[in-house]
């Protein structure tokens, strides 16, 4: 189940983080019927690459190549660009053997 972005707030400080808490919670039941949320680290400028993976019923895998897709509104993807122009080689391969294992 994904909120697509519903509920998402930013806590610089311990005040904002119970009063987003609990905003959040209320939204969470009113729109998905349940309080379960995942709270995670907010990241100042992140990227979003996403690896696409090809396996079959054998247990075999292989990576395809990363994807930009970090250009975004509401939380949803706008532009996608393969590939990523930050992604150096070697980065993109250990980030590629990573998503087959």
Known sequence: KGGGGKGMRIAW???ELEEGFKLSRRESINNFGSDL????KY????RHIEIQVLC???GNAIYLG???CSIQRRNQ????EAPSPIIDQKTRE???????Q
């Open 13 to 15: 400080n311990d005040k």
């Open 37 to 40: 949320m995942l709270i995670e």
């Open 43 to 46: 990241i100042e400028e992140p």
């Open 56 to 58: 079959d019923t054998h």
């Open 66 to 68: 990363e994807r930009e």
């Open 77 to 80: 993807k706008v532009i996608e």
């Open 94 to 100: 250990a980030m590629g053997k990573q998503a087959i």
